[in-house]
């Protein structure tokens, strides 16, 4: 279920809030790097596993609606098809 339909973002605001989502997925990404040299690999696999529900949560439910309504924003190889 995506919380956002049919949003009535502006064309700024939106592309300020992908670029925000853009760089917070990276820095969880990169974050990651930090947490497998600091735990063992249960520990490392539950966050992996928290950070990727959490990230794709954050894709289904707020930045795929953006991209419907702006399909400019939309960065080459993001397409829902």
Known sequence: ???LTGT???YELAKEMIAK???YAQEMNGFL???KEE???AEFRRYQVGIGEML????IDIMR???K???SLEPPGFKDE
């Open 1 to 3: 279920m995506e919380l």
């Open 8 to 10: 009535d973002m502006k």
């Open 21 to 23: 989502m853009l760089q």
């Open 33 to 35: 790097l930090v947490i």
């Open 39 to 41: 735990c063992d690999a």
């Open 56 to 59: 794709g949560r954050m894709y």
């Open 65 to 67: 609606p953006i991209y």
């Open 69 to 71: 309504d702006f399909p």
